[in-house]
Nanobody, 127 residues
Framework: LQLVESGGGLVQPGGSLRLSCTVS????????IGWFRQAQGKEREGISC??????????NYIDSVKGRLTISRDIAKNTVYLQMNSLKPEDTAVYYC???????????????????WGAGTPVTVSS
């Protein structure tokens, strides 16, 4: 299984970006996909995930991004999206997507759950 992130870049505070995670090697319907981010000098944290079809595509977010980030998926395109609005300087980080093949009703935001990772895409929020 391979994952490739895209869509990162430089954006002003208050702006928006849409990140994409394209999966190859298997159908997205069998995998929960998580988005993680790692700011310089900090631990990698899970911010959002979307469950596999076993979990009916249920979504999960950490509190600090609720209302600003929206995760979605297009199974036909084998792609997961992360729409990020009202971006803040503290959102600056490298963003990674990862895949978890566990059969579960709700995806988790725990790093150790995920076996397959993309290389990351950088996001910088600055004026």
């Amino acid at each position: 299984l391979q994952l490739v992130e895209s869509g990162g870049g430089l954006v002003q505070p208050g702006g928006s970006l849409r990140l994409s995670c394209t999966v190859s090697g298997d159908s997205l319907r069998y995998w929960s996909i998580g988005w993680f981010r790692q700011a310089q000098g900090k631990e990698r944290e899970g911010i959002s995930c979307i469950s596999s079809s076993d979990g009916n595509g249920r979504t999960n977010y950490i509190d600090s991004v609720k209302g600003r980030l929206t995760i979605s998926r297009d199974i036909a395109k084998n792609t997961v999206y992360l729409q990020m609005n009202s971006l803040k300087p503290e959102d600056t980080a490298v963003y990674y997507c990862a895949a978890d093949g566990t059969v579960q009703s709700m995806c988790k935001l725990t790093r150790r759950q995920y076996d397959h990772w993309g290389a990351g895409t950088p996001v910088t929020v600055s004026s």
